[in-house]
């Protein structure tokens, strides 16, 4: 785990930077496991709780770098646990978003499938 503080009014390159000069290098350091991602949505631009500016785009950005991370070192295993998002429009969109970029995992074929092949 590791915190980084972001000013407020942070927009989504910003916040990438952090991701990619931060967050990936400690993850790939500690190659973990599994990972647990606590998502919350109210750093949206439209949520006023945040008061940060990122959009939808910049969860799936931010989704798809956890996936790669979780595809190397912790055989795609990802836990999502929704924690935040205040603006109903904006978690709405911001957690189909974060959910279809966790759906693009390759699908695992358990041994009743593969009976089934």
Known sequence: MCNVPM????KGIAVREAVDMVWLPRLHEFKPEMLFIS???NAHREDDLGNMGLVEDDYTW?????????KRHARGRI????EGGYNLSALGRSMVAHRVIRLKQPRRTSAVDSEKQ
Not at 79 to 82: K, P, R
């Open 39 to 41: 998502v919350g949505f």
């Open 62 to 70: 931010i989704t798809d770098q956890m996936r790669e991370v979780a």
């Open 79 to 82: 836990v999502s646990c929704l």
């Open 7 to 10: 000013p407020a009014r942070s």
